[in-house]
């Protein structure tokens, strides 16, 4: 693919992208998270670790415009520090499952025999464990943090990518443009670089979009549970999960924080579906 | 069909000495002594020597496992560390509860779901069409907790018509199988709706409708029964993403199950507990998708034949 082709290819899948509604509304939302994550400390209107005793549990109002929470601190500020938290563990587990996915993808399928028998054994071991669960016990063990976090999402959705990468290789290899690419003299890196890969992308970066959803939803979870990010680091998950014992009293502290987790969540899947269909049409409804 | 379900009943054994393996290995993870972080200070010479034991942590890994997998075979799961019972006690008296809660969310999101599904796509770009849709995305983006928690907040509290948490009457289980199946009916509606409108298009429905069969008889023998295959699927995989949310739900409600029993078994550092209701999880998730593996071969007999 030349620069052209490939500049002309950004350019139609954006012209199919802009037609969708939802899908730009999805881009708006990825986008004000990402803001809200790298200008926290300029958009928080106030310190999100700041206690305030005698205003614990403020209903939203002029001073805390979404309340505060069972320490008087600021619930807004601290759902745009929380965007840190949700985009990291996103993002770091997203390049996780990515990278082992592919370098286990394309063993798999490049090397063939035993190699690949044990690799999709193993993948189908782990896509044995229930959502959720493998990330409970990984967490459990290694004990709760961002780091553990992002390493037990990442495990999670690595052996969907590992087909993912298997499968198109499987493909390619058995393509007529591969052979004769190989024919030509084509070496095994640069078949897989200019071949494979390139044909994958479409598809790894719906995957990896839609993932960011669900990502974040594990994370929030874990943090819910008491697995993920440890208290006072603002994580939407742990929000929610304090704001609980409050319920009847002040049901704002738990409740508008999970706002965050859908709308953040919302945003991920329309414009991964959005992704889908104007990248390559042929993808609907598979990923 | 003998050798069909032969087959897949073989191929299910690596998978499920492989989740063993798996199962074991959390235990290899936790940092330093094992024993002493789950025992505490306090512990008895003898209760540190019986753990020591259970585990092996001396022995070599494949020892190990060989070991652990006899065990697990013979119904052997070690004893609970707060409760000093057999694990598969408590285990077995977890199970009920999370198989009632999460039965009643499979059957709310299958017959809701495909119910959704059926009528967006038979009337697509309907007002329900839409709303549906929407509604969809909506449930699929909510985190569990969360709706649960606001269920509580609108139906328990505000309007007390349901009871906050337990379990007991009928009552008790609506607000905890509804929460829990809400991401699950947004999926399969979302999957029916798009299976049925493929199906609607195909050369066999038109044929169908062009002989004059009533469109009600069309949509059900015709469209439903082809498009069930995706969906049979969707639904496996659902099981497992009913029984993650089941961790949660029951969190939320104190709905006294495996997965309530599991978090507090977190909090008390009781691995083996864990290990055991991770194991009965994965157990159950793998039983299911082969059950969902045979059911292909009684839908789509031509699945069977391939073997």
């Known amino acids: ?287 | 069909m003998l050798t069909f379900v032969v087959r897949r009943l073989l191929l299910a054994v690596p998978v499920l000495l492989g989740v063993v393996f798996v199962v074991m290995l959390t235990v290899e993870l936790i940092p330093g002594d094992a024993v002493a972080l789950m025992l505490g200070e306090h512990a008895t010479p003898e209760a540190v020597a019986r753990l020591r034991d259970y585990l092996g942590l001396d022995k070599p890994l494949l020892v190990r496992y060989v070991g652990y997998v006899g065990r697990v075979a013979r119904g052997d799961l070690g004893r609970s560390i707060q409760q000093n019972r057999p694990v598969v006690d408590e285990l077995a008296d977890a199970w009920p509860a999370t198989l009632e809660l999460t039965c009643a969310a499979l059957v709310i999101a299958a017959a809701a779901g495909v119910a959704a599904g059926v009528v967006s796509a038979v009337w697509p770009n309907s007002l329900f069409d839409g709303v549906a849709r929407v509604g969809s995305l909506f449930g699929l983006s909510m985190p569990v907790f969360w709706t649960g928690l606001v269920l509580i907040v609108v139906f328990a509290l505000w309007l007390p018509w349901l009871p906050v948490g337990g379990m007991g009457s009928p009552s008790h289980l609506v607000l905890p199988a509804v929460t829990l199946a809400l991401p699950s009916l947004a999926m399969v509606a979302r999957m029916t709706r798009s299976s049925v409108l493929e199906v609607l298009r195909e050369d066999y429905v038109r044929t169908a409708r062009a002989k004059g069969v009533a469109e009600r008889l069309v949509v059900a023998k015709h469209a439903l029964r082809n498009a069930a295959i995706p969906i049979l699927t969707l639904l496996g995989l659902q099981a497992g993403q009913l029984m993650g949310g089941a961790v949660l739900t029951e969190t939320v409600f104190s709905w006294p199950g495996l997965g309530r029993l599991m978090v507090k078994a977190i909090f008390a550092r009781d691995y083996v507990l864990l290990q055991g209701a991770v194991l009965i999880f994965a157990l159950a998730f793998v039983v299911i998708n082969l059950a969902v593996d045979l059911a292909y071969g009684v839908l789509d007999p031509r699945i069977a034949r391939q073997g």
């Open chain 1, 1 to 287: 693919m030349s620069e052209r082709a490939a500049a002309t290819l950004v350019a139609d899948t954006w012209q199919r992208f802009r037609r969708n509604r939802l899908a730009l509304a999805g881009l708006v939302v990825v986008i004000a998270l990402a803001v809200a994550a790298a200008g926290a400390p300029w958009l928080a209107p106030a310190d999100p670790a700041k206690q305030s005793l005698i205003e614990k549990r403020a209903r939203p109002g002029e001073k805390f415009l979404l309340g505060a929470d069972e320490f008087g601190r600021d619930i807004l500020s601290r759902i745009i520090y929380g965007s840190r938290v949700a985009l990291l563990v996103g993002l770091l587990s997203v390049a996780i499952a990515l990278g082992l996915g592919l370098i286990l993808g394309c063993l798999a399928g490049f090397a063939g025999g035993w190699v690949d028998v044990v690799i999709m054994r193993g993948v189908e071991i782990l896509l044995a464990f229930p959502y959720l669960l493998l990330a409970i016990a990984v967490v459990s063990a290694l004990g709760p943090g961002v780091l553990n976090t992002t390493i037990a999402v990442g495990i999670w959705g690595t052996p969907t990518v590992i087909r993912l990468v298997r499968g198109a290789v499987l493909t390619a290899r058995e393509s007529e443009y591969v052979r004769a690419a190989r024919a030509l003299g084509a070496t095994s890196g640069r078949v897989l670089t200019r071949h494979v890969l390139r044909n994958i992308l479409p598809t790894v970066i719906v995957y990896s979009t839609l993932f960011m959803a669900n990502a974040i939803l594990v994370e929030a979870a874990l943090s819910f549970l008491g697995l993920g990010v440890p208290p006072p680091t603002p994580s939407w998950g742990l929000m929610v999960s304090s704001g609980r014992d409050f319920l009847l009293v002040a049901p704002h502290i738990a409740t508008i924080p999970g706002l965050a987790i859908m709308v953040a969540v919302l945003g991920f899947n329309l414009l991964g579906d959005g992704l889908r269909d104007a990248l390559d049409p042929r993808l609907r409804g598979q990923v």
